[in-house]
């Protein structure tokens, strides 16, 4: 290895896609598979026979997170960024609510805990939605007849 | 092994980075197309999920007129009524949004002072309207609040405290008897310079009407509208029953205190915890009072009308607002031509007697009084 | 000051540079029409990769740095402002290393910058959320960033070669 040390500097940049190169992207490759792996152990949880209520997070209606609140032991966050910048969800054992925002109008913020299908904290500026919704054992949304409420005025 | 550049490779490489490179900058131009403006249009119409043979439900959830909207319909022609729906609504913002500068209403608050504007038929329904309720409700109601809305901050949410003069210096815009109608012509004009014309507090309600015409013209049996909690109903639900809408806690807004069942209604609520910010520990809501120009101190914390009629809905559930209880149950029994639930401060639930059987309390410790 | 005024004002030709470029990318791609947060093409590592190379270790962490605080001094939140120098960092150090071992052409270097960049952001979500889980973004991002570090050498290439065409000996 030569290291010339002079000033500024005499890396002249090789522009060939050698061997090497090909080690880096094996590489990257292997960590994201390691890391998807780790994942996929880590929430890795049998299907339940009944339903249950799972907190969905879309950004500009395209689902960005989603969680199973009848699975979550310990308090769980997920931050979202947006250009505008970023809001921060919070699930617990049965309940979800946005912790924390950066929008102007901190309406998200205020509609509080989640705690049944249907229900839902909107931030407007950054046009996330966050929604409970039931599912049943085979995945598909149950129409949750127990509902206490179709819709809610506000 | 060592990677070095031979004279050959050098050649056919230059010509392989002079391909990417233009790919790279072809996929750039593309990409631009997907820059849509503002129809945040992420119509995600989502389950379409069908039991009987002629009992499909579509629903669709996005965002318009400043707010997250959601339809759903059940019946045979759900999907394409839900379609439609949306679509309606995305034109009415067009029409009516004060934030976009093609809308007609933008076009009005330009001309203050200036010109009449001629509109379109449904423009100018929709103003009379709020004209018209504005003078059976003593201007408790009124759409030409927009300057004080904005010297508070509403309008751009960078919310501020204006001083005595600036609010003296707006309260002479708004008065909604100022406004000119002509109704052969179709205009409306805004005599003095700097009115404008907002209207927040009554487009969901028209809109909602808008959207179940055009609902009904299609084959289904029942929909559900929530224009960003303005609700609107009709027909029954799939096993019969009627609609459950729930009305929320203005004290604790992730909880609701009672629920109404009802079908071919909208129940349309006001509240100050809707909208509203904090500035040295003071609460001020976005709700303003028309004769004062600050946000209204009144002993409710939110009123929900129960009615045929969106418009009214929405203009009388700011304008009972605004009159504080004790007006507001004399305006019911001086028109008794919708119903009405009413949120005190100190968190008694005031509702209008025709509501006796179909409303009730999730929290039955909760002081519940029908009126007459 | 051992570096003259001639070189100080060539990085800051090129800090406003990756500046414009980071600006021009959000115009093509609105991070909101992606479908994970982060997505992003890092054209501004174009110009991290030609420092590098053509002046060295300490301009480029200047460019670097100088490139952070003004994206965050002009509008940006403490939050992203924390991603991009995490990232930029990590990127910077990776790309260092893999460029003093002169096996590694520019298409290494980029993509193992591109990735430690995204390992970086990764790291502090993690920090920022207090959880682990954010970890899922990884993988997608990875390979996210193994393309965008390979589009990045190979526009770094072309400008690589114009510039010491004109003024041949610049990297000295």
Known sequence: MNLEKKKGTAYVPQYRFCRFDAAVILLVVLIAAAAALWIFQTTQKSITATSHLEAVLTVSGEEVWRSNLSDVT????????????????????????????????????????????????????????????????????????????????K | MTCRRSIVSAKVAAVKYRACVLLVFSAFLLSGCRLIPNQSGSSAA??????????????????????????????????????????????????????????????????????????SQETFDIIADAVSYSEKTNGAFDITIAPVMDIWGFTDSKFRVPSASEIQAVLPLVNWQKIILDKTKLTVELPVKGMALDLGGIAKGYSSDKVQAVMRGYNITSALISLGGNVAVFGTKADGSLWKIAITDPAAPDSYIGVLNATDVSVITSGGYERNFIQNGITYIHIMDPALGTPVKSDLLSVSIVSADGVQGDSLSTALFVMGKDKAIAYWQAHKDFACILVTSTGEVFASTELRNTFSLMDTKRSLTFFN | MKYSIYDMTRWSILTALALTLSVTEMLFFPSMLLPVPGMRLGLSNIVTLLALYLFGAFPTILIVCIRCLITFAFGGNLTSFLFSIAGGLLALLVMLLLRNFRKFSLFGVSVAGSAAHTVGQILIACLMTRTWATISYLPVLMLVSIVTGLVIAGLSIPVYKAVTAIHPGVEN
């Not at chain 1, 308090?75 to 921060?88: I, N, W």
């Not at chain 1, 102007?104 to 996330?128: E, R, Y």
């Not at chain 2, 999907?79 to 004060?98: H, K």
């Open chain 2, 46 to 119: 989502a389950s379409s999920t069908g039991t009987a043979s002629s009992a499909a439900t579509a629903t669709a959830d996005f965002f318009a007129m400043d707010t997250y909207m959601s339809i759903t319909a059940n019946g045979t022609d759900a999907q394409a009524a839900v379609n439609a729906a949306q679509a309606e609504v995305y034109t009415l913002e067009n029409e009516l949004s004060r934030n976009l500068p093609a809308s007609e209403i933008s076009k009005i608050n330009a001309q203050s002072g200036l010109l009449p504007v001629t509109v």
């Open chain 1, 74 to 153: 310990s308090p769980q966050t997920h931050k979202v960024t947006v250009s505008a910048g970023s809001l921060t969800v919070l699930a617990e054992a049965g309940k979800v609510c946005v912790a924390s925002s950066d929008c102007p109008d901190q309406i998200c913020v205020h509609t509080g805990w989640l705690t049944s299908a249907g229900q839902t904290a909107v931030c407007l500026p950054f046009k996330v939605v966050l929604k409970v919704i039931s599912v049943d054992s085979q995945g598909s949304i149950a129409k949750d007849t127990s509902a206490l409420y179709d819709a809610i005025s």
